[in-house]
């Protein structure tokens, strides 16, 4: 999330005792859209703690019981902030245990990947902008070999970097520059991408938190991407992008919701989605929706 959407975040946390709610559901999606791929349906949903679990979650498989992770300001070590990495986003596992959290912060002097292994301990990666790049480090989506991590940029774009995935693999080190390895080049624009996970190894579903609409025909899709063929490093791949449907968007106050990062749980073939509630609404029915397909 970008500064502008983090400040928006803060505002409306620190405004709650000021904001009444008036009743109201969100709005239809628009009549020509369709959903074109997949049929992802609502089957439950939990609250979404705005401080601690408001930007992204993942599942992890290793070791065997772990607990899901959820990221947002308040899980933010105090060791971290204070050396600038102020804003946390999407986090992803991989499937050897590898758990790795994204890191902004607001002067932009590169991205940041914290990373905690299968023994537990902890290392951070960093990694240097290049040419044209946006300072913004919204999501991270680790592919299912472990090798390779994908993340994103805010705003439209047309592509999805490709990083080794730092601590998992053997190319990378905490003393090294975290380089980018190749590029995922999408056949359509995408606006404002949240979050993104695995469901193959050549295919994601992404959260996009666009409020515009122009791109699908409907605001906050939730979007799948179909790689021309698996990340390996070496060279770039081809994704087309198709919207599936609206994320859901349901509250008891009037004004913007906010999607955030999502997760794909092989074991169990369920989708989960952060979506923050407008306003007052932000504190007491921001939700965490589990989707199925089918």
């Not at 990221?71 to 590898?98: C, F, K, M, Q």
């Not at 070496?234 to 859901?248: E, K, M, S």
């Not at 009037?254 to 306003?279: C, H, I, K, M």
């Amino acid at each position: 999330m970008p500064p502008r959407a983090r400040q928006r975040c803060h505002a409306a946390l620190t405004a709650l005792a000021a904001l009444t709610a008036a009743a109201v559901l969100a709005a239809a999606p628009p009549a020509s859209f369709a959903a074109t791929a997949g049929t992802w349906t609502e089957v439950g949903s939990d609250r979404a703690r705005p401080l601690t679990e408001s930007q992204g979650l993942a599942s992890v498989e290793v070791p065997a019981g772990s607990p899901n992770r959820y990221t947002g300001v308040g899980t933010i070590p105090p060791d971290v902030a204070v050396r600038g990495w102020n804003h946390v986003g999407d986090p992803d596992a991989s499937y050897d245990g590898h758990y790795v959290e994204p890191y902004q912060r607001d002067d932009g002097g590169g991205k940041m990947f914290r990373v905690q292994g299968p023994d537990g301990r902890w290392a951070q990666y960093v990694h240097a902008l290049g040419p044209g790049e946006a300072p913004n480090n919204s999501w991270v989506a680790i592919s299912p070999d472990g090798r390779w991590m994908l993340s994103g940029e805010w705003g439209t774009m047309s592509r999805f970097l490709v990083f080794p995935t730092p601590g998992a693999n053997p190319a990378t080190s905490p003393s090294a520059n975290l380089p980018q390895a190749a590029t995922v080049r999408l056949d359509r624009p995408v606006r404002d991408v949240q979050g993104c996970d695995f469901v193959t190894a050549t295919r994601l579903l992404c959260s996009s938190d666009d409020p515009d609409g122009s791109l699908f025909g409907v605001t906050k899709p939730l979007l799948q991407v179909d790689l021309s063929a698996a990340v390996d490093g070496t060279a770039d791949v081809a994704g087309r992008v198709t919207a599936l449907r609206q994320l859901p968007l349901r509250s008891a106050c009037r004004g913007g919701f906010e999607a955030e990062g999502v997760d794909y749980d092989r074991r169990t073939g369920t989708l989960r989605v952060v979506v923050l509630s407008p306003g007052f609404c932000l504190l007491t029915d921001s939700r965490t929706y589990r989707l199925v397909n089918g």
